[in-house]
């Protein structure tokens, strides 16, 4: 008897059968679904088939409400299926009842099914009109608004629209106002592409209205940005957003052509409002086209077509018509704009930046959003954009944000890691910018003079280069050199000794007149310690002498009043007669190689010496809350087993002697 309870409710759930004469009688059952039943009760062709079978889908009284077109016949008729539709046995499209059957698309996704762009929120309905006939009824989410003629003359303007018949006749269809595409149909023509929009199969098709060539000029709409807007095989509804990118008819091109991706994605308008834009990506440019993305707003979006979805937008996709100033300049127009404290920054103390950008031929701007300047410490920026004589700090400041090379994410040479991690002079060449692509995770990281920044939005295109925007201001310390070396991982190594020999807490500590220098090796150096000096290795593991790797530690480290920027341990080392800089546990020669003029010290190579040793700075100057660190790529030792310092005031026990096995036996591994 149970078994027999369990599969009846199971029925009951899976498939709902409702005793009533037809559509009308289940609606009047239905307070939430009265407007529909309002259209349905209107005169018009739709009447003869209530009783009839059919499938109805029946938006909600909210989506009726918020829909502002026309609710006549062919309102209605475009809800209506002439057929039984269960949803075992849905295939990829139905057609409606107004005249040329109009497609309506079936997408599934998960346990949810799409008709169109509007979601299913129940299903399986069945009603029983006696005689063994029944109809099928699905309530959605959204109405499906049908694509009529604005005149009903020429009865073959409603017959077979595809993409292409409607991008040559927009000015015939019920699209709203200032919806006419003649503009691209003309540039696609003239390049030969207009046929791809008749292709049959079930595609997106992203078609830019007239208005949108008011600040974009028609010439630059050539072969690869009429195959940009078109997404062969796919159908992308702003319902489903965000998706991933989507190759465009762009690949099918010859094998060293123009390469471009687009995708949907949510958006934040001025008013607030959430909208979905479409965004192309392109991939691979040439001489024409620049890498980088390209956002367009889709104004009129799920427009069902016979051979797939047409989204209308306002500016054409791939099509680069703004500099980096513009771009920027125009975020500073409102304050709900991503960038705009970024951009109200660079209009009220941006000086020779500012000026850098508006003749800047190409380049990479790392733009802070208006979060980043949120969590910003304001104590220390305001000390920077404090008016001084020559507001070098100002300038440098922002110059952290800009390169001259353009850099998009996909560039090969940000994959590199380690001490090889790709860097590029800033915009003022007195420091690098580092940055560095992880594929795995699809993220792109950028340091500057210490701070590291992710990017949120990569690859945004313009005329003079690209923008990355980023989630934290560079080149305002935001944490202390213990936080710096656990979370950096190409210094894991060194934080993992630190830890261990308790030299962690000192790092950590900010106070005002205690000031640390730390020359920190990179992983690789301690790799090459492991590969190159065996017999020194083995003591810094050797339980019976922890203080050794403690001490080593402590060569690296100089303790004052006032820490230092590499530029200044360079000085300090050429005034001392030996040519060194005391450290806590030794002495280190720092030189340079190149030039020495300070508007150019990006380019200028650094090393670090100790006797014989001599390693190269890799990263300098990574500003940090109580002190500098800067990255060498050899450990300041040799091979010779040393004694116990005479100066080692440690006092530590088995169980730190165990981390430094540990740390240096378990990371350090080739």
């Not at 503009?183 to 046929?195: L, P, S």
């Not at 990479?364 to 000390?383: G, H, W, Y």
């Not at 213990?482 to 934080?495: G, M, V």
Request: aromatic residues 8%; glycine residues 6%; neutral net charge.
């Amino acid at each position: 008897m149970k078994i027999h309870e369990l599969l009846l409710k199971t029925i009951i759930f899976l498939t709902t059968y409702i005793q009533a004469e037809n559509i009308i009688d289940f609606l009047r059952s239905r307070p939430d679904l009265s407007q529909f039943l309002l259209v349905l009760q209107q005169p018009g062709l739709h009447k003869a088939y209530t009783d009839r079978q059919i499938t109805v889908f029946v938006p909600t009284d909210a989506s009726m409400l918020d829909y502002r077109g026309r609710r006549g016949e062919d309102f209605a008729l475009n809800h209506i299926v002439n057929s039984l539709e269960i949803e075992s046995a849905l295939g990829d499209r139905l057609s409606s009842l107004v005249a040329g059957g109009p497609p309506i698309w079936v997408t599934k996704r998960s346990a949810w099914i799409y008709f169109n762009q509007a979601r299913v929120l129940e299903k399986n309905i069945f009603l029983d009109l006696g005689r063994g006939e029944q109809q099928v009824v699905y309530i959605i989410d959204s109405v499906l608004e049908p694509l009529l003629p604005i005149s009903i003359r020429n009865h073959t303007i409603s017959q077979d629209i595809t993409a292409a018949k409607l991008l040559e006749r927009s000015t015939l269809y019920n699209l709203g106002d200032r919806m006419t595409t003649r503009t691209f149909f003309r540039a696609a023509e003239k390049n030969n592409r207009a046929r791809m929009f008749s292709t049959p199969g079930r595609h997106t098709f992203f078609i830019p209205v007239d208005y949108a060539f008011q600040e974009v000029d028609e010439k630059y709409v050539d072969v690869s940005v009429v195959e940009a807007h078109i997404i062969p095989g796919e159908l992308l509804l702003t319902t489903l957003v965000p998706t991933k990118e989507y190759r465009t008819v762009t690949w099918a091109g010859s094998p060293g052509g123009v390469r471009v991706n687009v995708s949907l994605q949510p958006s934040i308008l001025p008013d607030g409002q959430i909208k979905t834009t479409a965004r192309s990506n392109t991939i691979r440019g040439d001489r024409v086209h620049a890498e980088g993305l390209v956002v367009s707003r889709i104004v009129k979006g799920n427009i069902p077509v016979q051979n797939g979805i047409v989204h209308l937008i306002d500016k054409p996709l791939m099509v680069v018509a703004t500099s980096l100033y513009e771009y920027i300049k125009k975020e500073g127009s409102n304050p709900r704009n991503r960038l705009y404290r970024f951009a109200q920054l660079i209009e009220d103390k941006g000086g020779d930046f500012k000026d850098t950008l508006i003749e800047a031929k190409s380049g990479t701007l790392l733009a802070p959003s208006n979060e980043a300047f949120r969590n910003v410490d304001r104590d220390a920026m305001n000390i920077i954009l404090a008016p001084n004589k020559d507001n070098h700090l100002r300038q440098e400041f922002l110059g952290l944000h800009f390169t001259r090379e353009r850099l998009s994410s996909n560039n090969l040479d940000l994959l590199r890691t380690g001490d090889r991690m790709y860097s590029s002079p800033a915009s003022f060449a007195t420091n690098r910018i580092f940055f560095q692509y992880i594929p795995g995770l699809q993220k792109l990281t950028v340091e500057g003079r210490g701070v590291n920044a992710t990017v949120v939005e990569a690859d945004i295109g313009t005329m003079t280069g690209v923008i990355h925007v980023i989630d934290t201001v560079l080149g305002i310390p935001n944490m202390n050199i213990a936080d710096k070396l656990s979370s950096d991982p190409t210094i894991s190594y060194t934080w993992s000794l630190a830890f261990a020999v308790r030299l962690s807490k000192m790092l950590s500590s900010v106070r005002p007149n205690e000031r640390f220098t730390f020359i920190a090796p990179s992983n690789e150096a301690w790799n090459k310690v492991k590969a190159e000096f065996p017999q020194a290795f083995r003591q810094l593991t050797d339980l019976n002498d922890p203080d050794f790797a403690y001490n080593i530690l402590l060569r690296h480290l100089i303790v004052s009043d006032q820490d230092y920027t590499i530029e200044q341990l360079v000085y300090k080392s050429n005034r001392s007669p030996s040519n060194t800089v005391m450290t806590q546990g030794g002495a280190l020669s720092f030189t340079e190689v190149g030039s020495q003029e300070s508007e150019y010290r990006a380019y200028t190579e650094y090393k670090v010496s100790w006797g014989e040793i001599e390693g190269r700075i890799v990263r300098a100057n990574l500003g940090c809350k109580n002190g500098y660190i800067h990255l060498v790529d050899k450990v300041m030792m040799d091979n010779n087993p040393a004694p116990r310092f005479l100066n080692a005031a440690t006092n530590i026990n088995n169980n730190a002697a165990r981390g430094i096995v540990l740390c240096l036996a378990l990371l350090i591994s080739l």
